[in-house]
């Protein structure tokens, strides 16, 4: 009822604002009705399409192009009033906008409050199986919330990911066995499982209870209770962009379309990004002069940190960034090491590094120190989004498949930083970089981009 209330209100004040005053009066008491029932038809106030992800993104689009369309039509031929259709053909794509962010802020509030913001799922698997996907849905802040799990042949009790008080809110109960051979009983058991946790979807692990035969038997016993069956082909560093499902001899296969390395696929991606950081420089010139007075009223000189990095193919080039260390900070680091938050990995981060300075201090919390990194990008050295560009000692312990980060430009943001910067642990990042690497798009940089500004201003892991 509440998005209901929400569609409306941005339907009305879009068409207040968009249709002439003279004509406004129809239009308010049919626009809004018309994108309410169009957003209906496409199912967005069903709670397994609100949530996270591009789905309900794509639902919102073609409501907006099938409410234009219908409106602008019946208008024409009804009205045969000009301004009414051009305000109605700005009216619907302004509600769109306006139901999106409306959708967002209320995923946001929700968000804050444990588990109102996800439908409970009951998990099937193994209890490693089982795990890993609920850490999952927990680190990708899904639209689905693990509440209980069915072991595949194993003992009951709790397992808790990677978390060690399996009693916690984070533990997931371990409700029942399943005997793994996909029988008629198991279906049953899986059904009572769902109405005496509540839950309002089951994600099934590959294993031998996923069978046709028993995913069949699950899905007429399930049929009547309006329980959504998920299949998780533990795929989920790949990009749904990637995957599709085609038919080979009447077999559904999924598809997994190869990464997007080549150069020629990244040109646009490099000459938009070189143009935007050109025209970065010159909208930012009152901000580079500002910080350069700071440093050198606070600090002294010099005003610039010049560092070697490593970037696209291994390739050493030299980064620039605003000083926020005081001198002597390199030859410091050895007897800092014991500050090291990020013990997992080659990467050195300390919480209250001893070594910066209170003007590098601010500088750092809202990232304005990488500003200089826009003349990297302009020299085709670094892009606006990428992986982070490590220093040659950490690239030099990279594993074979660490080194994917170094198939493409490093970058100004990227996933690393969205994501909660040096708070994240080496696995995690590495995990970001890698899955960025593979998984690239301009869509994919474009959502990046548009994340960053809250990043930076959340100021989360900066330090």
Same mark, same amino acid.
């Given at each position: 009822?509440?998005?209901?209330?929400?569609?409306?209100?941005?339907?009305?004040?879009?068409?207040?604002?968009?249709?002439?005053?003279?004509?406004?009066?129809?239009?308010?008491?049919?626009?809004?009705?018309?994108? #309410?029932?169009?957003?209906?038809?496409?199912?967005?106030?069903?709670?397994?399409?609100?949530? !996270? /992800?591009?789905?309900?993104?794509?639902?919102?689009?073609?409501?907006?192009?099938?409410?234009?369309?219908?409106?602008?039509?019946?208008?024409?031929?009804?009205?045969?009033?000009?301004?009414?259709?051009?305000?109605?053909?700005?009216?619907?794509?302004?509600?769109?906008?306006?139901?999106?962010?409306?959708?967002?802020?209320?995923?946001?509030?929700?968000?804050?409050?444990?588990?109102?913001?996800?439908?409970?799922?009951?998990?099937?698997?193994?209890?490693?199986?089982?795990?890993?996907?609920?850490?999952?849905?927990?680190?990708?802040?899904?639209?689905?919330?693990?509440?209980?799990?069915?072991?595949?042949?194993? !003992?009951?009790?709790?397992?808790?990911?990677?978390?060690?008080?399996?009693?916690? $809110?984070?533990?997931? $109960?371990?409700? /029942?066995?399943?005997?793994?051979?996909?029988?008629?009983?198991?279906?049953?058991?899986?059904?009572?499982?769902?109405?005496?946790?509540?839950?309002?979807?089951?994600?099934?692990?590959?294993?031998?209870?996923?069978?046709?035969?028993?995913?069949?038997?699950?899905?007429?016993?399930?049929?009547?209770?309006?329980?959504?069956?998920?299949?998780?082909?533990?795929?989920?560093?790949?990009?749904?962009?990637?995957?599709?499902?085609?038919?080979?001899?009447?077999?559904?296969?999924?598809?997994?379309?190869?990464?997007? @390395?080549?150069?020629?696929?990244?040109?646009? *991606?490099?000459?938009?990004?070189?143009?935007?950081?050109?025209?970065?420089?010159?909208? @930012?010139?009152?901000?580079?002069?500002?910080?350069?007075?700071?440093?050198?009223?606070?600090?002294?000189? $010099?005003?610039?940190?010049?560092?070697?990095?490593?970037?696209?193919?291994?390739?050493?080039?030299?980064?620039?960034?605003?000083?926020?260390?005081?001198?002597?900070?390199?030859?410091?680091? #050895?007897?800092?090491?014991?500050?090291?938050?990020?013990?997992?990995? $080659?990467?050195? *981060?300390?919480?209250?590094?001893?070594?910066?300075?209170?003007?590098?201090?601010?500088?750092?919390?809202?990232?304005?120190?990488?500003?200089?990194?826009?003349?990297?990008?302009?020299?085709?050295?670094?892009?606006?989004?990428?992986?982070? !560009?490590?220093?040659?000692?950490?690239?030099?312990? +990279?594993?074979?498949?660490?080194?994917?980060?170094?198939?493409?430009? !490093? /970058?100004?943001?990227?996933?690393?930083?969205?994501?909660?910067?040096?708070? @994240?642990?080496?696995?995690?990042?590495?995990?970001?970089?890698?899955?960025? #690497?593979?998984?690239?798009?301009?869509?994919?940089?474009?959502?990046?981009?548009?994340?960053?500004?809250?990043?930076?201003?959340? /100021?989360?892991?900066? +330090?």
């Amino acid at each position: 009822m509440v998005l209901v209330l929400l569609d409306w209100a941005c339907a009305a004040l879009a068409t207040w604002a968009t249709v002439p005053h003279e004509d406004d009066w129809p239009a308010m008491a049919v626009v809004p009705a018309a994108w #309410v029932g169009v957003t209906c038809w496409h199912r967005l106030y069903e709670r397994r399409h609100v949530g !996270p /992800g591009t789905e309900e993104y794509h639902r919102l689009l073609r409501s907006c192009l099938a409410a234009m369309a219908a409106l602008a039509a019946a208008y024409a031929l009804l009205g045969q009033n000009d301004r009414l259709v051009r305000g109605v053909l700005l009216a619907v794509p302004a509600a769109a906008v306006g139901s999106l962010l409306a959708r967002k802020v209320i995923r946001a509030l929700s968000a804050r409050r444990v588990g109102l913001a996800a439908r409970p799922a009951l998990l099937v698997g193994t209890a490693a199986q089982c795990s890993a996907m609920a850490d999952i849905l927990r680190r990708e802040r899904s639209a689905l919330r693990a509440v209980a799990a069915l072991d595949v042949g194993g !003992p009951g009790g709790y397992f808790a990911g990677d978390y060690d008080d399996p009693s916690g $809110p984070h533990g997931v $109960p371990i409700i /029942g066995d399943l005997t793994a051979d996909g029988g008629a009983g198991d279906a049953e058991q899986v059904a009572l499982a769902l109405e005496a946790t509540g839950c309002e979807a089951v994600v099934l692990m590959p294993g031998p209870h996923l069978g046709a035969a028993a995913l069949s038997r699950l899905g007429w016993r399930l049929a009547n209770q309006g329980t959504d069956i998920l299949v998780a082909p533990f795929l989920s560093e790949i990009a749904p962009a990637r995957l599709a499902v085609r038919r080979d001899g009447g077999v559904p296969l999924l598809h997994v379309r190869a990464p997007r @390395l080549s150069r020629g696929a990244r040109v646009p *991606k490099d000459f938009f990004e070189r143009a935007m950081a050109a025209v970065g420089i010159i909208l @930012l010139a009152p901000v580079f002069l500002a910080v350069s007075l700071a440093i050198l009223i606070g600090d002294g000189r $010099p005003v610039y940190f010049r560092q070697r990095r490593v970037g696209l193919r291994g390739e050493p080039f030299t980064l620039f960034k605003f000083r926020t260390m005081a001198s002597g900070a390199a030859a410091a680091k #050895v007897e800092l090491a014991h500050l090291n938050v990020n013990t997992d990995g $080659p990467l050195f *981060k300390a919480r209250r590094d001893p070594r910066i300075t209170r003007v590098g201090a601010v500088l750092r919390r809202y990232s304005l120190d990488e500003l200089p990194q826009l003349l990297n990008v302009v020299r085709g050295e670094m892009a606006l989004v990428g992986p982070r !560009p490590p220093l040659p000692e950490e690239a030099a312990q +990279y594993s074979e498949e660490v080194r994917r980060r170094l198939l493409v430009k !490093p /970058g100004l943001t990227g996933l690393w930083q969205v994501s909660g910067r040096s708070d @994240l642990a080496w696995a995690d990042a590495v995990r970001l970089d890698v899955g960025y #690497v593979e998984n690239w798009s301009l869509g994919l940089d474009a959502e990046i981009l548009f994340r960053t500004g809250s990043a930076v201003v959340k /100021g989360k892991g900066a +330090y």
